[in-house]
């Protein structure tokens, strides 16, 4: 079964604008990690946040991870056309990697 | 860089047939998977391997077997190919998991007529 859940499904922004995106999950992990994926392409890794972890940086992406609520957000600070793409959450509580289903972003010129 | 490579980007095969869906990494990774994607579905794993020979079902693995004769090989089966079979199949690989990046294959695009 899926762990992670992404919310929204889909989120269109204009270009500069800020785009968050959020993931949910059922069971305790020890990683999480954001993953990017262009139309008909395979996923992209873009960041990981360990479970002990509470913020963490990379560039324009900011990724936040609340074990208590059992839920972490991705946040693309000054959002360009080129971020269009679908963006999904992977936990790793049991040996393998399960994916959300994904945000589609479009960020409009 | 890792390259994970996916024999054949699109294929369109008959109701019955049996299809190969190949898979190759260079990094040495351990870890091997296959995925299927499908609209408003995300990712759903069908299977992945530890290690040579070894073999774990993922959460959808009817209609579907694997092999892993060789570390940086994992093939996906698809012994009677049906049409609800029609998706994109994505191979990955990852040295162990936890805390560890997942490469990906480009995908491959399967339709079953």
């Known amino acids: 079964s899926q762990q992670g859940e992404e919310d929204p499904q889909a989120l269109s922004i204009q270009e500069g604008e800020n785009a968050t995106m959020n993931c949910s999950y059922k069971t305790s992990i020890n990683n999480l990690q954001w993953y990017r994926q262009n139309s008909g392409r395979g996923l992209v890794h873009l960041i990981l946040i360990r479970s002990n972890e509470r913020e963490k940086h990379s560039g324009r992406l900011r990724v936040t991870l609340d074990t208590s609520k059992k839920s972490s957000s991705l946040l693309i600070t000054a959002s360009r056309a080129a971020d269009t793409a679908s963006y999904f959450c992977?936990?790793?509580?049991?040996?393998?990697?399960?994916f959300g289903a994904g945000t589609r972003l479009t960020v409009k010129p | 860089d890792v390259k994970v490579t996916q024999s054949s980007r699109y294929l369109v095969k008959r109701t019955g047939e049996k299809v190969f869906l190949e898979c190759v990494q260079d990094?040495?990774?351990?870890?091997m998977f296959w995925y299927r994607q499908d609209p408003g579905l995300g990712l759903r794993l069908i299977y992945f391997?530890?290690?040579?020979?070894?073999?774990e079902k993922g959460d959808i693995p009817e209609g579907y077997s694997v092999s892993r004769e060789k570390k940086e090989r994992f093939s996906l089966i698809l012994e009677s190919a049906s049409t609800n079979q029609t998706s994109m199949y994505l191979c990955?690989?990852?040295?162990?998991?936890?805390?560890?990046?997942?490469?990906f294959g480009e995908g491959s695009w399967l339709t079953v007529v």
């Open positions: 990094m040495d990774h351990e870890n």
């Open positions: 391997s530890y290690d040579v020979k070894m073999k």
């Open positions: 992977a936990t790793d509580a049991n040996d393998d990697m399960r």
């Open positions: 990955a690989s990852s040295q162990g998991v936890n805390g560890n990046t997942i490469y």
